[in-house]
């Protein structure tokens, strides 16, 4: 049984890029996070998804969006890529409203 | 605003001996208090976990002591190894609408072989 997985591993952007994250939750989950966790820091919570609804939403402005697919799913966007974008972003996934959310290895994005 | 405080920022602790790291929370609200295990190049891992209700819970070699009126939290690591040695976060979470969970900065921990 595959954990959650992300891809890419590793991104390289510029200032002022788009990137799409990926994520692909547990089998049997369908509740999707985000955090994006900076060097030397805890994740700070991004966004969640469930039934491909944005359910709740943490402090980060609306250049972060995401989509949940049928599938369960789900993509990470960052529009017009700030240097301070730069972090390791977590995906994690439950099922239903409780129970433990279970952590992808997260992609390393690097904006140079 | 920082609703999950932790500390020490780093340890060292020598084989054989108990680590302890401690957090504080500001919001009455939380009531799941989890504490998470992450190596270098992985994702974080739940180690251990409490709620409010109970104010101590073992798992193997982990600890988790809880005040509830006092607001803090803490993780013991029984007869520590060098395979322990990875980033520890404290968080904690609400319920329902409201479960985001909010992680402390982390305690980076190293046990001496």
């Known amino acids: 049984d595959a954990g959650v997985t992300q891809s890419p591993t590793h991104l390289i952007k510029t200032r002022g890029q788009q990137v799409t994250l990926r994520c692909s939750p547990k089998?049997?989950?369908?509740?999707v996070s985000w955090y994006q966790q900076a060097l030397g820091q805890g994740p700070q919570f991004i966004f969640q998804?469930?039934?491909?609804?944005?359910?709740q939403r943490g402090n980060f402005p609306d250049r972060f969006s995401g989509h949940q697919f049928p599938n369960y799913s789900s993509e990470l966007n960052v529009n017009a890529l700030l240097l301070g974008d730069s972090a390791l972003y977590l995906c994690?996934?439950?099922?239903?409203?409780?129970?433990?959310?279970?952590f992808g290895p997260g992609t390393r994005l690097t904006v140079t | 605003q920082q609703q999950v405080k932790q500390s020490p920022q780093s340890l060292i602790v020598q084989k054989g001996g108990i680590p302890i790291i401690n957090c504080a929370y500001e919001?009455?609200?939380?009531?799941?208090f989890p504490w998470y295990q992450q190596f270098p190049g992985k994702g974080p891992a739940l180690l251990i976990a409490i709620r409010p209700d109970v104010s101590e819970k073992k798992e193997g070699r982990f600890t988790i002591s809880f005040n509830k009126s006092a607001k803090q939290f803490s993780l013991h690591i029984m007869d520590s190894q060098p395979g322990d040695s990875a980033t520890y976060f404290c968080a904690a979470s609400g319920r329902g609408r409201d479960d985001k969970i909010i992680f402390g900065k982390g305690t980076r921990l190293h046990i001496l072989p």
């Open positions: 919001n009455t609200a939380f009531d799941y």
């Open positions: 998804y469930y039934e491909e609804e944005e359910r």
């Open positions: 994690a996934s439950r099922i239903g409203w409780q129970g433990e959310q279970y």
């Open positions: 089998s049997g989950h369908d509740t």
